[in-house]
C-alpha cells in the first residue's frame, strides 16, 4: 500500500459525459501528479500540483483539467468524454515538487468510455 | 528531449530462473534519475528503486539486482530465481531537469513467471 488513495476505482460512462476522479496523497506529500496508462500510448504525464498550484503540465487534452485544494487532495475533471478517454489513470505523490525522488502511485482509477 | 526505451516486450521464463530486464535511457542532463516500477496483474504501479546518476554502485536487494552503467546508458534490472509473484509488467523511468517535473516511462516489460 502507497499511502495513495484515488477514487473511484471503477468508473463506466458514456460520450459527451463529465467525470471526476479523485486522489489523495501519501502524509505530508506535498506534490501530486497525474499520469495517463492507455495501451497505445503507454503511461502518460498529465498534469502536477505542487502544494495548491500548477507546476508542470504534460500531454493534457483541453477537456480535462485538474486542482489540488487545501487539503492537498487533487482532483482530475475530464469533460465531453470520448471513446479514446478510456484508460487507467493514476494519481502519485512525492514530497518535492522536482522529478528527483520517487513518486508513489495510488491503485489507479479504470475509465471506460461506452 | 528524454527518452527511455525498453526494448523487451515480453519475457517467459520458469520459475526459478534468472529474468533480466533491460532499460536504455537518453537525456542531456548531466545529473538525473532512474527508477524502477512493477505493475503486477492488480494494476497499481509499485516502486522498487531509484538511483541518481551519480551513483554507479550496483545494487542487489533480496533476489532483485540493478546494473547501472552510465557508459551505455543503460539501467538493467535482474530477478534472480523468479517466482510467479514476479509475474508483472516492470517500467524503468527517467526524471531530470530536461523533463521538467515529469517522469519518463518506458513502454514496459511483460515478465511471465511459469511454474
Known amino acids: 500500500d502507497s499511502g495513495v488513495t484515488q477514487t473511484p476505482k471503477h468508473l463506466i460512462t458514456a460520450t459527451g459525459q463529465r467525470v471526476t476522479l479523485r486522489c489523495s496523497p501519501r502524509s505530508g506529500d506535498l506534490s501530486v501528479y497525474w499520469y495517463q496508462q492507455s495501451l497505445d500510448q503507454g503511461l502518460q504525464f498529465l498534469i502536477q500540483y505542487y502544494n495548491g498550484e500548477e507546476r508542470a503540465k504534460g500531454n493534457i487534452l483541453e477537456r480535462f483539467s485538474a486542482q489540488q485544494f487545501p487539503d492537498l487532495h487533487s482532483e482530475l475533471n475530464l469533460s465531453s468524454l470520448e471513446l479514446g478517454d478510456s484508460a487507467l489513470y493514476f494519481c502519485?505523490?512525492?514530497?518535492?515538487?522536482?522529478?528527483?525522488?520517487?513518486?508513489?502511485f495510488g491503485p489507479g482509477t479504470r475509465l471506460t468510455v461506452l | 528531449a528524454q527518452k527511455v526505451t525498453q526494448a523487451q516486450t515480453e519475457i517467459s521464463v520458469v520459475e526459478k530462473e534468472d529474468v533480466t530486464l533491460d532499460c536504455v535511457y537518453e537525456?542531456?542532463?548531466?545529473?538525473?534519475?532512474l527508477f524502477w516500477y512493477k505493475q503486477p496483474p492488480s494494476g497499481e504501479l509499485v516502486f522498487l528503486i531509484r538511483?541518481?546518476?551519480?551513483?554507479?554502485q550496483n545494487e542487489i536487494s533480496g533476489r532483485y539486482s540493478w546494473n547501472f552503467q552510465k557508459s551505455t546508458s543503460s539501467f538493467n534490472f535482474t530477478i534472480t530465481a523468479s517466482q510467479v509473484v514476479d509475474s508483472a509488467v516492470y517500467f524503468c523511468?527517467?526524471?531530470?531537469?530536461?523533463?521538467?517535473?515529469?517522469?519518463?516511462f518506458g513502454g514496459g516489460t511483460r515478465v511471465l513467471v511459469k511454474p
Open positions: 523511468a527517467l526524471g531530470g531537469k530536461a523533463a521538467g517535473n515529469k517522469l519518463t
Open positions: 538511483r541518481n546518476s551519480f551513483d554507479e
Open positions: 502519485a505523490s512525492s514530497v518535492t515538487s522536482g522529478n528527483t525522488n520517487e513518486q508513489f
Open positions: 537525456t542531456r542532463d548531466t545529473t538525473y534519475y
